[in-house]
């Protein structure tokens, strides 16, 4: 005998809600050619406040996350791949880059590749849902950052903003 929808939908939702939920990203691992010349060319371009080193591994501070730069890419250049980088103020990224002759890929946001063929996308704070807690932002010292109107109407929505 067939179960009744109720009876399928519930079963969905006993289903789902037995798996984890994606909370967020920890870290993200990146392999770069040269360690100290990644640390060099990353701190032309960011703050950048190492969390720690290992052989061959640097971690760069982001708060509450962090990004580890391992020693020994081998692959191409990323196409699609990339990533998304959250910063307070990407026009200074942009300055940067010029300032190092780094090309900005094409298109409609700051994109770049790094010497090693990594594809970073810049994204400012304030436009996006990505949100960190008060007391993460107080301790990184931007405690002042504030959301875009479009990226608040877009939390609300999703039940993740108030007002």
Do not use: C
């Not at 990353?42 to 509450?64: H, S």
């Amino acid at each position: 005998m067939a179960e009744n929808p109720e009876q399928a939908d519930n079963a969905g939702m006993a289903e789902r809600e037995k798996r984890a939920r994606l909370v967020g990203f920890n870290h993200v691992a990146l392999e770069v050619g040269d360690l100290e010349a990644a640390l060099e060319f990353y701190g032309r371009i960011f703050q950048v406040e190492l969390r720690g080193r290992a052989p061959g591994m640097a971690f760069v501070d982001a708060g509450d996350q962090f990004l580890a730069l391992s020693e020994g890419r081998t692959q191409p250049p990323d196409v699609h791949r990339h990533i998304g980088m959250v910063v307070d103020d990407r026009e200074a990224v942009r300055r940067a880059l010029q300032e190092m002759d780094v090309e900005i890929l094409p298109g409609r946001g700051l994109d770049f590749l790094d010497p090693w063929g990594n594809h970073w996308q810049v994204i400012e704070y304030a436009d996006i849902q990505f949100t960190k807690a008060s007391e993460v932002l107080q301790g990184m010292g931007l405690g002042d950052l504030e959301k875009s109107r479009k990226a608040l109407e877009e939390l609300r929505r999703k039940g993740l903003a108030s007002g």
